[in-house]
């Protein structure tokens, strides 16, 4: 591998050279997720494809940490883990067999079990990063530890490379659950959302929860119930439902973290908000809900400023996160960020990538 990361160093230093923005680029599953824009080569610009830097560096599941190299397919990755009965807790998302360790991490996406286990970024516990100037930045370890100033490690989770191209990251790792178990429920979503804040207060084991359906109509709710058997006994009771097959339950949960549910329409915008638990019922059209209610999705058109506003209201932020051919807002896909984190992330920037080379406008259209 020393021949692949001197290949990608060299590559960095021409584009730096020729003063030419440089696109990193893994199996492309996210390229849609974003401010992208297609690029030709006739647009003056390098890609830097990270696939051929694969492979696990280290794996100790006695200690529950891998060390994983970007271009790594993140099916390889997760077929590893499994075969010592351990998993990604965070569930990310792969929208194509081609995703990589290193886009996942940029992208910064969790899945169903984000509620219950935590996001993406708190998995991160070390990384490598290849600046514009042709150098390898190492950041973090193998070990969860306090840190003083920047976990600059945990900062690469969901930053689409703008601040260079990550080559490795370390990752804690969990052991798989005993058993799970998913229930089905009726209910309207502001009384999805009342349960929901009740199962909180509870010690349920509750790994995942979700909720479709229209603004004032019955729905069907989902929860999915990991652990012990026992623990997952008491908790149907308190529940109730329906309880899914294993296939049907597999079936469900992986539509909604690859979002080929029907409710992902191909064709149509897709806006995430991100918002409180607690934040009341959303009131137009249908809607789907995840991370009990952390996190809503909202298919079809949409007035970007008004949804953004009720975001911000509600405590929360809108993401467009799919275009489906439609033109995005003017200043991009993103919630606009407040003054303190764009100045933060203006100065990272500046002082990881201080000639602007990577991913150009990906994050932050001005960047």
Same mark, same amino acid.
């Given at each position: 591998? +020393? ?14 050279? %020729? ?7 893994? %199996?492309?599953?996210?390229? #849609? ?20 830097? @694969?492979?696990? *560096? ?7 940490? *891998? ?27 792969? #929208?194509? /067999? ?32 290849? +600046?514009?100037? &042709? @150098? $390898? ?9 306090? $840190?003083?100033?920047?976990? $600059? ?7 689409? &490379?703008?601040?260079?191209?990550? =080559? ?5 790792? *969990? ?25 909180? %207060?509870? /010690? ?8 479709? %359906?229209?603004? +004032? ?9 990991? !652990? ?7 908790? @149907?009771? *308190? ?23 029907? #409710? ?42 008004? =949804? ?16 489906? !051919? ?5 200043? !991009?896909? #993103? ?33």
């Amino acid at each position: 591998m +020393d021949f692949v990361l001197s290949e990608l160093c060299d590559q960095v230093m021409t584009a730096r050279a %020729g003063h030419k923005p440089l696109f990193v680029m893994g %199996g492309g599953s996210k390229a #849609f997720y974003g401010n992208y824009r297609p690029v030709t080569p006739q647009d003056g610009h390098c890609l830097l494809d990270m696939t051929p830097y @694969r492979g696990i *560096v280290s794996y100790h599941p006695s200690e529950l940490v *891998v060390t994983v190299r970007a271009g790594t397919p993140l099916a390889e990755l997760e077929a590893a883990l499994a075969e010592h009965g351990q998993m990604l807790a965070f569930e990310p998302p792969h #929208f194509s /067999p081609a995703a990589t360790v290193g886009g996942c991490v940029a992208a910064g996406l969790s899945g169903p079990r984000r509620m219950s286990a935590g996001a993406l970024r708190d998995f991160v516990l070390g990384a490598q990063l290849l +600046d514009s100037d &042709g @150098r $390898v930045l190492s950041f973090g370890g193998e070990v969860m530890k306090n $840190v003083a100033g920047y976990d $600059v490690s945990r900062l690469l989770a969901g930053s689409h &490379g703008i601040f260079g191209a990550i =080559l490795e990251v370390s990752l804690k790792v *969990v052991p798989r659950p005993m058993e799970e178990l998913t229930l089905m429920l009726p209910a309207t979503q502001a009384q999805a959302l009342a349960s929901f804040a009740l199962w909180r %207060g509870k /010690p349920l084991p509750i790994s995942a929860t979700s909720w479709v %359906g229209g603004a +004032d109509e019955e729905g069907q709710m989902h929860v999915r119930l990991s !652990g012990a058997p026992p623990a997952i006994a008491g908790a @149907r009771q *308190v529940i109730g439902g329906d309880p899914l097959s294993p296939e049907a339950a597999q079936a469900w949960w992986s539509g909604l973290r690859e979002q080929t549910h029907p #409710f992902f329409a191909p064709g149509q915008p897709l806006w995430r908000l991100a918002l409180p638990p607690t934040a009341a019922a959303l009131g137009s059209g249908r809607a789907l809900l995840e991370w009990g209610g952390g996190q809503r999705w909202l298919s079809g058109p949409q007035d970007a400023a008004e =949804l953004r506003e009720l975001a911000q209201r509600l405590g929360g932020h809108a993401t467009l996160f799919r275009t489906a !051919g439609t033109r995005p807002p003017a200043d !991009g896909v #993103f919630h606009p960020l407040s003054p303190g984190v764009a100045l933060i992330t203006r100065r990272l920037k500046q002082e990881l990538d201080p000639a602007g080379l990577f991913n150009p406008g990906r994050l932050v259209l001005e960047l």
